[in-house]
């Protein structure tokens, strides 16, 4: 297998894939959002952002959050420091093999 | 690559998604230029400064009621990082700084005043471009009118600029043709930003309905 080959089989397959990537990409420049933010800028249905943000959530890549804004309970999705140190490593990747 | 870097963009242009920032942007440069251009007999000339301290107060919070009960249901919270708004606020107060140091030179070296303010609009312009027009298209033209004004600015008469300022509150701590030229172009940039920003509203408005409701 070539270098370049191989630089693209080691990508995170977690966050390789379009939906995750979107919503990691997203998180990855904020410090959190609310599910209907992501619903809103990656246009998936509910159904799928649920699965991929339990799929990121089981890597560790993504913690919920239960805050207040002011006395409204607020569900917050944050990126956890894994989670930013695996996108950084991916993009590192991602360059190199393109 | 660069789609993933869009991506990463992405959460900077949301603050402006409602047109809120320009809003409150115009509002500011309107604001000022109203207390600028008052007589300075009038009676809200002892308290001008206090109400440009109760707006820069006021609209920040009046930005933050609007997004709870507008923005946020319809299309969502995003909490920016720390560092982020810390970066802003340098920056805001860096240029808060400078434009005071700014006109001193100027005056100081007796250079053309309306020259200066072409510059600074132009300069207006690149940061909205880079700002708020990368992320909506029909901006660009926004982008334009504004430099367009700034160039427009740099070539007004003298003594029209001066009439602007004449007898107002600026005529007594600046000359006049600097007083007038600050009016004219903030108002030039605060009306070009309220229509920007009202147009940008009513379009997310009109396209946007909290889930609930896009359910029924």
Same mark, same amino acid.
């Given at each position: 297998?070539?270098?370049?080959?191989?630089?693209?089989?080691?990508?995170?397959?977690?966050?390789?894939?379009? +939906?995750?990537?979107?919503?990691?990409?997203?998180?990855?420049?904020?410090?959190?959002?609310?599910?209907?933010?992501?619903?809103?800028?990656?246009?998936?249905?509910?159904?799928?952002?649920?699965?991929?943000?339990? *799929?990121?959530?089981? %890597? +560790?890549?993504?913690?919920?959050?239960?805050?207040?804004?002011?006395?409204?309970?607020?569900?917050?999705?944050?990126?956890?420091? %894994?989670? *930013?140190?695996?996108?950084?490593?991916?993009?590192?990747?991602?360059?190199? %093999?393109? | 690559?660069?789609?993933?870097?869009?991506?990463?963009?992405?959460? /900077?242009?949301?603050?402006?998604?409602?047109?809120?920032? &320009?809003?409150?942007?115009?509002?500011?440069?309107?604001?000022?230029?109203?207390?600028?251009?008052? @007589?300075?007999?009038?009676?809200? !000339?002892?308290?001008?400064?206090?109400?440009?301290?109760?707006?820069?107060?006021?609209? @920040? !919070?009046?930005? /933050?009621?609007? /997004?709870? !009960?507008?923005?946020? @249901?319809?299309?969502?919270?995003?909490?920016?990082? /720390?560092?982020?708004?810390?970066?802003?606020?340098?920056?805001?107060?860096?240029?808060?700084?400078?434009?005071?140091?700014?006109?001193?030179?100027?005056?100081?070296?007796?250079?053309?005043?309306?020259?200066?303010?072409?510059?600074?609009?132009?300069?207006?312009?690149?940061?909205?471009?880079?700002? #708020?027009?990368?992320?909506?298209?029909?901006?660009?033209?926004?982008?334009?009118?504004?430099?367009?004004?700034?160039?427009?600015?740099?070539?007004?008469?003298?003594? #029209?600029?001066?009439?602007?300022?004449?007898?107002?509150? #600026?005529?007594? @701590?600046?000359?006049?043709?600097?007083?007038?030229?600050? #009016?004219?172009?903030?108002?030039?940039?605060?009306?070009?930003?309220?229509?920007?920003?009202?147009?940008?509203?009513?379009?997310?408005?009109?396209?946007? !309905?909290?889930?609930?409701? &896009?359910?029924?």
């Amino acid at each position: 297998m070539n270098p370049q080959s191989r630089t693209i089989a080691e990508l995170d397959r977690v966050i390789h894939e379009p +939906g995750r990537l979107m919503v990691v990409a997203l998180l990855f420049a904020i410090d959190g959002s609310d599910f209907l933010y992501l619903q809103h800028e990656t246009g998936m249905n509910k159904g799928t952002l649920s699965s991929h943000l339990s *799929r990121l959530e089981e %890597a +560790g890549y993504v913690e919920v959050v239960k805050t207040y804004r002011g006395k409204v309970p607020q569900t917050l999705l944050r990126l956890t420091g %894994a989670g *930013r140190r695996a996108f950084d490593h991916y993009r590192r990747k991602l360059k190199e %093999a393109l | 690559m660069d789609q993933v870097g869009a991506l990463l963009d992405r959460p /900077k242009f949301y603050y402006n998604i409602d047109g809120l920032g &320009e809003l409150s942007g115009g509002l500011m440069f309107l604001g000022i230029a109203l207390l600028l251009s008052l @007589p300075a007999d009038s009676v809200w !000339h002892k308290i001008s400064w206090f109400i440009l301290l109760g707006l820069t107060l006021a609209i @920040p !919070h009046g930005i /933050k009621a609007i /997004k709870t !009960h507008i923005t946020y @249901p319809r299309t969502g919270f995003v909490e920016y990082r /720390k560092s982020d708004r810390r970066r802003t606020s340098v920056i805001g107060g860096m240029a808060g700084a400078l434009i005071p140091l700014g006109l001193f030179v100027a005056m100081r070296h007796r250079w053309e005043i309306a020259t200066l303010a072409s510059l600074a609009g132009l300069i207006l312009a690149a940061a909205y471009a880079y700002r #708020v027009a990368r992320a909506v298209r029909w901006k660009w033209i926004v982008a334009c009118a504004i430099a367009l004004g700034s160039i427009v600015i740099g070539f007004l008469p003298a003594d #029209v600029l001066a009439a602007m300022a004449n007898d107002s509150l #600026v005529t007594h @701590p600046l000359r006049a043709r600097l007083g007038g030229t600050i #009016v004219v172009s903030f108002i030039a940039y605060g009306a070009m930003l309220m229509i920007s920003g009202g147009i940008s509203l009513w379009l997310y408005l009109r396209n946007t !309905h909290p889930p609930a409701q &896009e359910e029924q």
